[in-house]
């Protein structure tokens, strides 16, 4: 696949994962989103919708790691960037594959249990939150050694939106967590879109060309 199809990958993930979530959270009954999180959609009926969410999504931003894998070959965050990605991305995967454990009242009728796959699922949702914040240092770090003072800043916005937006609002943390995830996520996405546009060296140029 080529590189810039595999950077575009991320403005697919975003708005598929929240769409899809969204839809599924004013449809569900007993389903309620400022008390709900998102992942426990995966728990109710018709859970697998959210599963596939997880993962289809993981997938498209292990697409975009590669992209930047293949993109990113100098300067600040060439290797941490694109890793940190995949890492995110693996950490989506394994958040659906495990799903996390019946709290608050959803599903309805369900014990709040704590079970090995919800244990599981917190340990992935955290290295993909952990894998977002290191991404948003390294791109800050990147792109003001470059004196894009435009960019930079927007990163460093992404790393405390996400870092500390979830606890603004107490009694709504579903609401505000998955407001700073679509602000991180997105963020990752118009990145490494806006990569497109950057040249090829020479040699990873003519290594795309035999690939293709």
């Given at each position: 696949?080529?590189?810039?199809?595999?950077?575009?990958a991320g403005l697919v993930a975003v708005p598929l994962f929240f769409v899809t979530a969204l839809t599924q959270a004013?449809?569900?009954?007993?389903?309620?989103?400022?008390?709900?999180?998102?992942?426990?959609?995966?728990?109710?009926?018709?859970?697998?919708?959210?599963?596939?969410?997880?993962?289809?999504?993981?997938?498209?931003?292990?697409?975009?790691?590669?992209?930047?894998?293949?993109?990113?070959?100098?300067?600040?965050?060439?290797?941490?960037?694109?890793?940190?990605?995949?890492?995110?991305?693996?950490?989506?995967?394994?958040?659906?594959?495990?799903?996390?454990?019946?709290?608050?009242?959803?599903?309805?009728?369900?014990?709040?249990?704590?079970?090995?796959?919800?244990?599981?699922?917190?340990?992935?949702?955290?290295?993909?939150?952990?894998?977002?914040?290191?991404?948003?240092?390294?791109?800050?770090?990147?792109?003001?050694?470059?004196?894009?003072?435009?960019?930079?800043?927007?990163?460093?916005?992404?790393?405390?939106?996400?870092?500390?937006?979830?606890?603004?609002?107490?009694?709504?943390?579903?609401?505000?967590?998955?407001?700073?995830?679509?602000?991180?996520?997105?963020?990752?996405?118009?990145?490494?879109?806006?990569?497109?546009?950057?040249?090829?060296?020479?040699?990873?140029?003519?290594?795309?060309?035999?690939?293709?």
């Amino acid at each position: 696949m080529k590189t810039d199809k595999m950077l575009a990958a991320g403005l697919v993930a975003v708005p598929l994962f929240f769409v899809t979530a969204l839809t599924q959270a004013f449809t569900k009954d007993g389903f309620d989103i400022t008390r709900h999180m998102i992942s426990q959609l995966a728990t109710g009926p018709l859970g697998w919708i959210q599963t596939a969410n997880f993962i289809v999504t993981g997938a498209l931003f292990a697409m975009v790691a590669l992209g930047l894998r293949r993109r990113m070959t100098e300067g600040i965050g060439r290797v941490w960037a694109p890793r940190s990605v995949g890492v995110f991305a693996a950490g989506l995967i394994g958040a659906g594959l495990f799903a996390c454990d019946p709290i608050a009242g959803y599903p309805v009728g369900a014990a709040e249990v704590m079970t090995w796959h919800g244990t599981l699922h917190g340990v992935a949702s955290g290295v993909a939150g952990l894998a977002l914040l290191a991404f948003d240092i390294i791109v800050f770090r990147r792109l003001r050694a470059q004196g894009n003072t435009t960019a930079a800043p927007a990163s460093l916005v992404a790393f405390v939106v996400f870092l500390v937006g979830p606890f603004t609002i107490p009694g709504l943390m579903s609401v505000t967590f998955a407001a700073a995830s679509f602000l991180a996520w997105g963020w990752v996405a118009v990145f490494a879109a806006g990569l497109r546009a950057a040249p090829v060296s020479a040699p990873r140029a003519h290594a795309e060309l035999v690939a293709h």
